[in-house]
């Protein structure tokens, strides 16, 4: 590299990025007047932040320093002398891309200063993104919070108490909910969905859908309507368990404290065929007109907290759950155990109302399955089993409890003293294994299985069984594609580092919070919606921003137009470029990126 004709100097130094590093990229550059730089070290995204504030000192502009990542310059299998060969060839193009004259630099690769939009956009109202929206108004920037559920809250309002302090789930969460609906620097679109979004950080337009919800502000949730209403429809907060009526409200502490009309169970609006709510609602707060609403909305930042769903069911054939009614998940025993529940906390079996002296919980249905179900460990099952099993004991104390497991993962803190504790002080027994089925006879759930650690069979006759199943991502990765970021092969969002940069994600300005990047329980879901919030807000806080104006090309004399670029790109950043010839008619089809 020292023999190329426009290279002035070389710097050797094993570690490019320590203090003594930068130090002397810093002293070389000094008064040299230097038309670019090659920085041949590790990936350019770890250690752009040390070696820009040197560059820009030495007054050169983004596109005059490129980056050569010798981690992946050449194959790991050859020899220290082919690699270091390969190295330099790749080093020699980078340098020859940079052959451009020096009067065209300053002006075309100059940093761009863009103007902040200081509101941010969280998509999600649980607790995740609850906690960032917060987090943000209070710091006194704005917040549009988008629900697509007609209420705030989330899975965590619907859990009786939560691991391993045992606080009441809805006495910790509605506070914070209540200051969310009365926040004047947060506003609340439930019964919405964000469509799309565009631009970039610090200044992205969100395309935001507001669907009916039949109901006006001026509803003062005093359920006239629901006495008068006729139809009784499955009540999806309390998972099934109980009924609830067309028009409701999701729960008593909901917010907005406003009923909504459910018009896909009502017996019919266009054209009208019932009405009754509307002739009882003093209020007149009923308008059966209202239309689905788009909305575009102006934002600096984006978290997305789109939280989780369980998974479902359907093909668990093996353990009877839609066949016997006492076979429930773990969310409706938590429902089951809820003072607000539909048995106002006592706990029985759905099929005959009696309680059950035998339950059995089994873990991982569908989690760490590749074959069956998911791969990975879904995080919270193994503390919310040992909670259920604690708190069936405390509501049932001539109850037995007993929990099949694979293994026991009970990482945070206080957790393994809680997992002891249900085994110690609640004799709950803890068999090592997966049952094989679960067979109904004489009233009773027999559950088959083998206890792997003594090697012997085990077979149960329960009153009882609850499942605890795989947790899935909410939306199964389709908003990914509406935001224009990248998701996993399960549909979790992808982090942009695991390590350095774990809640932003690869398109600038967009951040992740909560069970939406990966499983986790609800402290490590507020954790990380705190630490979104605060990426956020170092972007909200500042008057400009500067952006890289470095895009990627095409070389167009290479492209076979296959486009499968533009199939994979999660960004929408390529497109098909037609090349004329020199009659102007289409002779071949490229791909391009465009401003996106």
Sequence with gaps: LQEHPDVVDVIPHPHLCSEAGLALIEESLAGKGLGAVLVAACAHDLYDVAFRPIMKKAELGPGQTVNLDLRVSSSRNENVKARTGHSVDRALALLDRLELPSDELGSALEEA???????????????????????IANSGHEVVLVERQPSIGGHMIQLSETFPSLDCSQCILTPKMAEVGRHPKI???????????????????????????YVLDSCTACGDCVDACPVLVCDQFNTGLRWRKAIYQPFPQAVPSIFALDDEHCLGLFPLACGKCEQVCEPGSIDYD?????????????????????????????YGYGKYDDVINGLQFERL???????????????????????VF??????RNPERGKPYCSGICCMYTAKHALLLRHKVPESRAYIFYMDIRAGGKGY??????AME?????????????IIEEDGKLKVLGVDTLSGRTVEIDADMVVLAAAMEPADHGEIAGKLRIAADTDGFFKEAHPKLRPVETLTAGIFLAGTAQ?????PDTVSQASAAASKGLEMLSREFLERDPSTAHVNESACAGCFECLEVCPYGAIERKELLDAQGEVFREVAAPNPA
Excluded: N, W
């Design 337 to 359: 155990l809820s003072a607000s529940g539909p048995t106002m906390g006592k706990v029985i079996r759905p099929s005959d109302g009696k309680e059950p002296k035998e339950v």
């Design 113 to 135: 200063d863009d103007g902040v939009v200081r509101r941010a956009l969280v998509i999600g109202g649980g607790i995740g993104g609850i906690q960032a929206a917060l987090d």
């Design 425 to 437: 002080e609640e004799r709950v027994m803890y068999i090592r294994g997966r049952p094989g089925q």
């Design 187 to 213: 506003r609340l679109l439930t019964t919405s969905e964000v469509t799309g979004l565009e631009g970039r950080l610090g200044r992205f337009t969100a395309k935001i859908e507001r669907k009916p919800r």
């Design 290 to 318: 209202m239309q689905p609403v788009t909305e575009e909305i102006e934002v600096g930042a984006v978290v997305v907290a789109t939280g989780y769903e369980m998974y479902s069911y359907g093909d668990v054939s093996e």
């Design 416 to 421: 393994e003293e809680f997992v002891h504790r």
């Design 362 to 367: 089994i873990q991982c249905v569908r989690s």
């Design 518 to 522: 990966a499983p986790k329980d609800i």
